[in-house]
Nanobody
Framework: VQLQASGGGLVQAGGSLRLSCAAS????????MGWFRQAPGKEREFVAA????????YYSDSVKGRFTISRDNAKNTVHLQMNSLKSEDTAVYYC???????????????WGQGTQVTVSS
Protein backbone atom coordinates (compact mmCIF):
# COMPACT_ATOMS: atom_id res chain seq x y z
CA VAL A 1 0.00 0.00 0.00
CA GLN A 2 1.34 3.42 -0.94
CA LEU A 3 -0.07 6.46 0.81
CA GLN A 4 -0.13 10.07 -0.35
CA ALA A 5 -1.26 12.73 2.10
CA SER A 6 -2.45 16.17 1.06
CA GLY A 7 -4.52 19.12 2.22
CA GLY A 8 -2.18 20.78 4.66
CA GLY A 9 -1.66 24.51 4.75
CA LEU A 10 -1.71 27.67 6.80
CA VAL A 11 -4.87 28.50 8.73
CA GLN A 12 -5.79 30.88 11.52
CA ALA A 13 -6.66 29.60 14.96
CA GLY A 14 -10.29 28.58 15.07
CA GLY A 15 -10.30 27.66 11.42
CA SER A 16 -10.65 24.32 9.67
CA LEU A 17 -8.68 22.11 7.31
CA ARG A 18 -9.42 18.78 5.72
CA LEU A 19 -6.57 16.39 5.15
CA SER A 20 -6.80 13.58 2.63
CA CYS A 21 -4.78 10.43 2.17
CA ALA A 22 -4.98 8.59 -1.12
CA ALA A 23 -3.95 4.96 -1.12
CA SER A 24 -2.88 2.77 -3.96
CA UNK A 25 -3.32 -0.97 -3.90
CA UNK A 26 -6.33 -3.22 -3.94
CA UNK A 27 -5.96 -4.17 -0.28
CA UNK A 28 -6.66 -0.69 1.10
CA UNK A 29 -10.08 -1.66 2.42
CA UNK A 30 -8.57 -4.40 4.58
CA UNK A 31 -6.38 -1.97 6.54
CA UNK A 32 -7.16 0.16 9.50
CA MET A 33 -6.01 3.72 8.87
CA GLY A 34 -4.61 6.33 11.15
CA TRP A 35 -3.31 9.85 11.33
CA PHE A 36 -0.27 10.88 13.32
CA ARG A 37 1.50 14.19 13.69
CA GLN A 38 4.93 15.46 14.62
CA ALA A 39 5.60 18.95 15.84
CA PRO A 40 9.09 20.46 15.72
CA GLY A 41 11.29 19.05 18.46
CA LYS A 42 8.66 16.52 19.53
CA GLU A 43 8.04 12.87 18.94
CA ARG A 44 5.46 11.66 16.48
CA GLU A 45 2.11 11.24 18.20
CA PHE A 46 -1.12 9.43 17.43
CA VAL A 47 -4.08 11.57 16.38
CA ALA A 48 -6.92 9.36 15.12
CA ALA A 49 -7.71 5.93 13.73
CA UNK A 50 -10.50 4.23 11.84
CA UNK A 51 -11.23 0.54 11.36
CA UNK A 52 -11.27 -1.02 7.90
CA UNK A 53 -15.07 -0.89 7.82
CA UNK A 54 -15.26 2.68 9.06
CA UNK A 55 -17.45 1.48 11.89
CA UNK A 56 -15.01 2.17 14.69
CA UNK A 57 -12.96 5.25 15.33
CA TYR A 58 -10.92 6.62 18.14
CA TYR A 59 -9.02 9.80 18.86
CA SER A 60 -6.36 11.22 21.08
CA ASP A 61 -7.72 13.30 23.93
CA SER A 62 -6.14 16.41 22.48
CA VAL A 63 -8.27 16.31 19.31
CA LYS A 64 -11.42 14.55 20.46
CA GLY A 65 -14.49 16.59 19.61
CA ARG A 66 -12.61 18.75 17.11
CA PHE A 67 -11.26 16.26 14.54
CA THR A 68 -13.16 13.63 12.59
CA ILE A 69 -11.62 10.74 10.69
CA SER A 70 -13.50 9.09 7.84
CA ARG A 71 -12.79 6.81 4.93
CA ASP A 72 -14.17 5.94 1.52
CA ASN A 73 -13.09 2.44 0.56
CA ALA A 74 -14.54 2.80 -2.92
CA LYS A 75 -12.14 5.70 -3.55
CA ASN A 76 -9.24 4.37 -1.46
CA THR A 77 -9.13 7.53 0.60
CA VAL A 78 -9.15 8.52 4.23
CA HIS A 79 -9.81 12.01 5.50
CA LEU A 80 -9.17 14.00 8.62
CA GLN A 81 -11.53 16.91 9.13
CA MET A 82 -9.94 19.34 11.57
CA ASN A 83 -12.09 22.03 13.14
CA SER A 84 -11.45 24.62 15.82
CA LEU A 85 -7.77 24.45 15.12
CA LYS A 86 -5.31 25.63 17.74
CA SER A 87 -1.72 26.74 17.48
CA GLU A 88 -0.69 23.53 19.23
CA ASP A 89 -2.10 21.55 16.30
CA THR A 90 0.77 22.84 14.18
CA ALA A 91 2.72 19.82 12.96
CA VAL A 92 3.50 17.61 10.03
CA TYR A 93 0.62 15.18 9.67
CA TYR A 94 1.13 11.62 8.44
CA CYS A 95 -1.35 8.99 7.38
CA UNK A 96 -0.67 5.38 8.16
CA UNK A 97 -2.02 1.91 7.52
CA UNK A 98 -2.09 -0.99 9.96
CA UNK A 99 -3.57 -4.48 9.93
CA UNK A 100 -5.95 -3.71 12.77
CA UNK A 101 -7.28 -0.68 14.58
CA UNK A 102 -6.09 -2.30 17.80
CA UNK A 103 -2.46 -1.95 16.72
CA UNK A 104 -2.55 1.31 14.77
CA UNK A 105 -0.74 3.12 17.56
CA UNK A 106 2.11 0.64 17.79
CA UNK A 107 2.42 -1.39 14.60
CA UNK A 108 2.10 0.69 11.47
CA UNK A 109 2.78 -1.20 8.27
CA UNK A 110 2.80 1.73 5.85
CA TRP A 111 3.45 5.43 6.24
CA GLY A 112 2.57 8.23 3.89
CA GLN A 113 4.71 11.29 3.42
CA GLY A 114 3.75 14.16 5.66
CA THR A 115 1.69 17.24 4.98
CA GLN A 116 2.40 20.43 6.92
CA VAL A 117 -0.35 22.06 8.95
CA THR A 118 0.41 25.46 10.41
CA VAL A 119 -2.05 27.22 12.68
CA SER A 120 -1.38 30.87 13.34
CA SER A 121 -2.61 32.45 16.54
Amino acid sequence: VQLQASGGGLVQAGGSLRLSCAASGRTFSSYAMGWFRQAPGKEREFVAAIAWSGGLTYYSDSVKGRFTISRDNAKNTVHLQMNSLKSEDTAVYYCAAALSISVVRTRVDYWGQGTQVTVSS
